[in-house]
Protein backbone atom coordinates (compact mmCIF):
# COMPACT_ATOMS: atom_id res chain seq x y z
CA UNK A 1 0.00 0.00 0.00
CA UNK A 2 0.99 3.67 -0.56
CA UNK A 3 1.66 5.82 2.50
CA UNK A 4 -1.40 7.06 3.76
CA UNK A 5 -0.03 10.12 6.19
CA UNK A 6 2.26 13.04 6.10
CA UNK A 7 3.24 14.62 8.94
CA UNK A 8 3.52 18.28 9.60
CA UNK A 9 7.28 19.09 9.30
CA UNK A 10 7.21 16.85 6.43
CA UNK A 11 4.79 18.99 4.96
CA UNK A 12 6.72 22.64 5.95
CA UNK A 13 9.53 20.99 4.76
CA UNK A 14 8.88 19.88 0.98
CA UNK A 15 6.31 22.88 0.42
CA UNK A 16 8.38 24.67 -2.04
CA UNK A 17 7.87 21.08 -4.07
CA UNK A 18 5.84 22.45 -6.96
CA UNK A 19 4.06 19.12 -7.23
CA UNK A 20 2.15 18.73 -4.12
CA UNK A 21 -1.05 20.23 -4.48
CA UNK A 22 -3.04 20.89 -1.27
CA UNK A 23 -6.42 20.73 -0.67
CA UNK A 24 -8.36 22.20 2.66
CA UNK A 25 -11.45 20.19 3.25
CA UNK A 26 -12.97 21.66 6.30
CA UNK A 27 -15.98 20.57 6.98
CA UNK A 28 -18.38 19.50 10.20
CA UNK A 29 -21.56 18.56 10.54
CA UNK A 30 -23.89 21.59 11.34
CA UNK A 31 -21.02 23.72 10.95
CA UNK A 32 -21.67 25.46 7.37
CA UNK A 33 -18.50 27.48 7.58
CA UNK A 34 -16.15 26.24 6.18
CA UNK A 35 -15.16 28.61 3.93
CA UNK A 36 -14.93 31.05 6.12
CA UNK A 37 -12.81 29.20 8.80
CA UNK A 38 -10.90 28.73 5.11
CA UNK A 39 -10.38 32.67 4.48
CA UNK A 40 -9.06 33.40 8.02
CA UNK A 41 -6.35 30.70 8.18
CA UNK A 42 -5.03 28.36 5.69
CA UNK A 43 -1.98 26.22 4.60
CA UNK A 44 -0.29 28.63 1.74
CA UNK A 45 -1.43 27.29 -1.11
CA UNK A 46 -4.63 25.16 -0.38
CA UNK A 47 -7.68 25.22 -2.30
CA UNK A 48 -11.01 24.93 -0.36
CA UNK A 49 -12.67 21.85 -1.40
CA UNK A 50 -16.76 21.63 -0.50
CA UNK A 51 -17.57 18.49 0.89
CA UNK A 52 -20.98 18.44 0.27
CA UNK A 53 -21.02 19.81 -3.45
CA UNK A 54 -17.48 18.46 -4.77
CA UNK A 55 -16.66 15.35 -2.56
CA UNK A 56 -20.37 14.10 -3.03
CA UNK A 57 -23.46 13.38 -5.28
CA UNK A 58 -26.55 15.01 -4.46
CA UNK A 59 -28.16 13.84 -1.22
CA UNK A 60 -31.37 11.87 -1.14
CA UNK A 61 -33.03 9.10 0.57
CA UNK A 62 -32.30 6.78 -1.75
CA UNK A 63 -29.11 7.27 -2.42
CA UNK A 64 -28.16 8.74 1.31
CA UNK A 65 -26.53 12.29 2.11
CA UNK A 66 -22.87 12.04 0.58
CA UNK A 67 -23.80 9.68 -2.35
CA UNK A 68 -20.23 9.21 -4.03
CA UNK A 69 -20.05 12.14 -7.31
CA UNK A 70 -20.01 10.94 -10.31
CA UNK A 71 -16.49 10.49 -11.70
CA UNK A 72 -16.97 13.43 -14.59
CA UNK A 73 -18.43 15.50 -11.62
CA UNK A 74 -15.46 14.64 -9.91
CA UNK A 75 -12.98 14.80 -12.38
CA UNK A 76 -14.10 18.67 -13.20
CA UNK A 77 -13.42 19.53 -9.72
CA UNK A 78 -10.41 18.25 -9.33
CA UNK A 79 -9.07 19.91 -12.50
CA UNK A 80 -10.83 22.96 -10.95
CA UNK A 81 -8.01 22.38 -7.65
CA UNK A 82 -5.16 21.81 -10.43
CA UNK A 83 -4.52 18.71 -9.79
CA UNK A 84 -2.63 16.61 -12.54
CA UNK A 85 -0.95 13.20 -13.37
CA UNK A 86 1.46 12.74 -10.87
CA UNK A 87 1.12 14.96 -8.04
CA UNK A 88 1.54 14.68 -4.57
CA UNK A 89 -1.86 15.61 -2.97
CA UNK A 90 -2.11 16.34 0.66
CA UNK A 91 -5.63 17.38 1.98
CA UNK A 92 -6.46 18.50 5.75
CA UNK A 93 -8.45 19.70 7.55
CA UNK A 94 -9.06 21.41 11.52
CA UNK A 95 -10.33 17.86 13.04
CA UNK A 96 -7.71 15.18 13.03
CA UNK A 97 -8.57 14.00 9.41
CA UNK A 98 -12.21 13.21 9.89
CA UNK A 99 -13.42 14.69 7.23
CA UNK A 100 -10.28 15.14 5.20
CA UNK A 101 -10.02 11.83 5.03
CA UNK A 102 -13.56 11.64 2.36
CA UNK A 103 -11.21 13.72 -0.14
CA UNK A 104 -8.09 11.17 0.43
CA UNK A 105 -10.72 8.05 -0.29
CA UNK A 106 -12.22 9.59 -2.85
CA UNK A 107 -9.23 10.78 -4.63
CA UNK A 108 -7.54 6.75 -4.11
CA UNK A 109 -10.69 5.63 -5.51
CA UNK A 110 -10.46 7.47 -8.46
CA UNK A 111 -7.04 6.62 -9.15
CA UNK A 112 -4.91 9.17 -7.88
CA UNK A 113 -1.72 7.34 -6.79
CA UNK A 114 -0.33 9.54 -4.11
CA UNK A 115 -2.84 11.27 -1.22
CA UNK A 116 -1.81 11.85 2.05
CA UNK A 117 -3.85 12.89 5.21
CA UNK A 118 -1.91 15.71 6.87
CA UNK A 119 -1.42 13.62 10.43
CA UNK A 120 -2.70 15.82 12.84
CA UNK A 121 -4.39 18.32 10.52
CA UNK A 122 -4.31 22.22 10.84
CA UNK A 123 -3.42 22.08 14.65
CA UNK A 124 -0.49 19.86 13.71
CA UNK A 125 0.81 22.72 11.16
CA UNK A 126 0.45 25.40 13.77
CA UNK A 127 2.08 23.47 16.23
CA UNK A 128 5.76 22.79 14.12
CA UNK A 129 5.41 26.61 13.62
CA UNK A 130 3.98 26.59 9.84
CA UNK A 131 2.60 29.78 8.93
CA UNK A 132 -1.08 30.70 7.91
CA UNK A 133 -2.44 32.48 4.97
CA UNK A 134 -5.27 34.89 4.83
CA UNK A 135 -8.08 35.84 2.57
CA UNK A 136 -8.26 32.80 -0.61
CA UNK A 137 -5.38 32.05 -2.73
CA UNK A 138 -5.69 32.74 -6.66
CA UNK A 139 -7.05 30.11 -8.79
CA UNK A 140 -4.75 27.45 -9.82
CA UNK A 141 -3.93 26.63 -13.39
CA UNK A 142 -6.58 24.28 -14.32
CA UNK A 143 -5.22 20.35 -13.83
CA UNK A 144 -5.17 17.62 -16.19
CA UNK A 145 -6.11 14.46 -13.98
CA UNK A 146 -7.89 11.74 -15.60
CA UNK A 147 -10.62 10.31 -13.11
CA UNK A 148 -10.57 6.22 -13.03
CA UNK A 149 -12.89 5.53 -10.27
CA UNK A 150 -13.03 2.35 -8.69
CA UNK A 151 -9.59 1.87 -7.46
CA UNK A 152 -10.55 1.09 -3.97
CA UNK A 153 -13.53 -1.42 -2.87
CA UNK A 154 -17.32 -0.44 -2.55
CA UNK A 155 -19.76 -2.20 -1.78
CA UNK A 156 -23.58 -1.32 -1.60
CA UNK A 157 -26.43 -2.02 0.94
CA UNK A 158 -27.37 -5.67 -0.82
CA UNK A 159 -23.82 -6.66 -0.02
CA UNK A 160 -23.70 -5.30 3.17
CA UNK A 161 -26.85 -7.18 4.06
CA UNK A 162 -25.42 -10.74 3.11
CA UNK A 163 -21.54 -9.64 4.74
CA UNK A 164 -19.31 -12.05 5.30
CA UNK A 165 -16.58 -10.60 7.43
CA UNK A 166 -16.44 -7.77 9.71
CA UNK A 167 -18.66 -4.64 9.68
CA UNK A 168 -17.76 -1.42 11.58
CA UNK A 169 -19.58 0.92 12.59
CA UNK A 170 -17.18 4.05 12.66
CA UNK A 171 -20.29 6.69 14.59
CA UNK A 172 -20.33 7.13 18.41
CA UNK A 173 -21.29 4.57 20.71
CA UNK A 174 -24.96 6.41 21.65
CA UNK A 175 -25.77 6.28 17.73
CA UNK A 176 -24.78 3.24 17.42
CA UNK A 177 -26.65 1.88 20.38
CA UNK A 178 -30.04 3.24 18.95
CA UNK A 179 -29.85 5.91 22.08
CA UNK A 180 -29.67 9.02 20.09
CA UNK A 181 -30.10 9.91 16.53
CA UNK A 182 -29.74 13.49 15.79
CA UNK A 183 -29.86 13.22 11.60
CA UNK A 184 -31.60 10.35 10.11
CA UNK A 185 -34.93 8.72 10.60
CA UNK A 186 -34.26 5.79 12.85
CA UNK A 187 -31.92 5.21 15.48
CA UNK A 188 -29.81 1.87 15.77
CA UNK A 189 -27.16 0.04 13.63
CA UNK A 190 -27.03 -2.37 10.70
CA UNK A 191 -27.35 -5.88 12.58
CA UNK A 192 -24.13 -7.69 12.64
CA UNK A 193 -22.13 -4.11 12.92
CA UNK A 194 -19.67 -3.53 15.40
CA UNK A 195 -18.87 -0.74 17.27
CA UNK A 196 -15.94 0.99 16.40
CA UNK A 197 -15.93 5.00 17.25
CA UNK A 198 -13.94 6.36 14.46
CA UNK A 199 -12.27 8.45 17.02
CA UNK A 200 -10.63 5.91 18.92
CA UNK A 201 -7.79 5.93 15.63
CA UNK A 202 -6.86 8.91 17.53
CA UNK A 203 -4.65 10.32 20.42
CA UNK A 204 -4.99 13.16 22.57
CA UNK A 205 -2.94 15.36 20.09
CA UNK A 206 -5.45 14.68 17.36
CA UNK A 207 -2.62 12.79 15.25
CA UNK A 208 -3.14 9.12 14.38
CA UNK A 209 -2.53 6.26 17.02
CA UNK A 210 1.27 4.16 16.69
CA UNK A 211 0.91 1.44 13.89
CA UNK A 212 0.84 -1.33 16.55
CA UNK A 213 -1.50 0.64 18.29
CA UNK A 214 -4.02 0.56 15.27
CA UNK A 215 -3.39 -3.03 14.27
CA UNK A 216 -4.29 -4.51 17.85
CA UNK A 217 -7.39 -2.51 17.98
CA UNK A 218 -8.39 -3.86 14.50
CA UNK A 219 -7.17 -7.22 14.98
CA UNK A 220 -9.53 -7.38 18.23
CA UNK A 221 -12.69 -6.96 16.18
CA UNK A 222 -11.99 -10.45 13.88
CA UNK A 223 -10.89 -12.00 10.96
CA UNK A 224 -12.12 -12.02 7.56
CA UNK A 225 -12.95 -9.06 4.71
CA UNK A 226 -13.43 -5.50 6.33
CA UNK A 227 -16.28 -3.07 5.28
CA UNK A 228 -16.74 0.39 7.02
CA UNK A 229 -19.82 2.26 7.45
CA UNK A 230 -20.66 5.28 9.52
CA UNK A 231 -23.66 7.94 9.48
CA UNK A 232 -23.12 9.46 5.69
CA UNK A 233 -20.04 7.43 4.15
CA UNK A 234 -17.78 10.65 5.47
CA UNK A 235 -16.00 9.49 8.99
CA UNK A 236 -16.02 5.75 7.76
CA UNK A 237 -13.72 7.21 5.10
CA UNK A 238 -11.39 8.30 8.41
CA UNK A 239 -11.88 4.64 9.20
CA UNK A 240 -10.52 3.29 6.13
CA UNK A 241 -6.92 5.17 6.08
CA UNK A 242 -6.56 3.99 9.59
CA UNK A 243 -6.80 0.76 8.25
CA UNK A 244 -4.63 1.48 5.85
CA UNK A 245 -2.01 2.74 8.32
CA UNK A 246 -2.45 -0.84 9.82
CA UNK A 247 -2.42 -2.70 6.83
CA UNK A 248 -5.78 -3.66 6.43
CA UNK A 249 -7.58 -3.08 3.32
CA UNK A 250 -11.32 -2.05 3.63
CA UNK A 251 -14.58 -1.68 1.47
CA UNK A 252 -16.92 1.88 1.90
CA UNK A 253 -20.86 1.02 2.40
CA UNK A 254 -20.84 5.15 1.11
CA UNK A 255 -25.05 5.36 1.75
CA UNK A 256 -24.20 3.93 5.26
CA UNK A 257 -26.78 4.66 7.78
CA UNK A 258 -28.30 7.47 6.32
CA UNK A 259 -29.49 5.22 3.17
CA UNK A 260 -29.96 1.66 4.92
CA UNK A 261 -32.23 3.83 7.49
CA UNK A 262 -34.35 5.24 5.28
CA UNK A 263 -35.36 1.88 3.73
CA UNK A 264 -38.04 0.12 5.59
CA UNK A 265 -36.96 -3.17 4.34
CA UNK A 266 -33.91 -3.15 5.95
CA UNK A 267 -33.83 -4.09 10.20
CA UNK A 268 -32.84 -2.51 12.52
CA UNK A 269 -30.32 -3.35 15.40
CA UNK A 270 -30.23 -1.41 19.09
CA UNK A 271 -28.18 -2.09 21.95
CA UNK A 272 -24.79 -3.25 22.56
Not at 55 to 77: I, K, T, V
Not at 178 to 197: K, L, Y
Not at 245 to 271: C, F, I, M, N
Amino acid sequence: MNPVLISAAELRDSLGDKTIRLLDVRWALGDPDGPEHYRKGHIPGAVFVDLDTELAGLPSPRHGRHPLPAPEHLQRCARSWGICAGDLVVVYDASGGMAAARAWWLLRWAGVADVRLLDGGLPAWTRVGGELAIGVEPDPTPGDLEVVPGRLPVIDADAVARWDGVLLDARTVDRFRGEQEPVDPRAGHIPGAICAPTSDNLGDDGCFRSVEVLRERFAGFGNGPVAVYCGSGVTAAHQIAALAVAGVEAALYPGSWSQWAHDPKRPVATGA
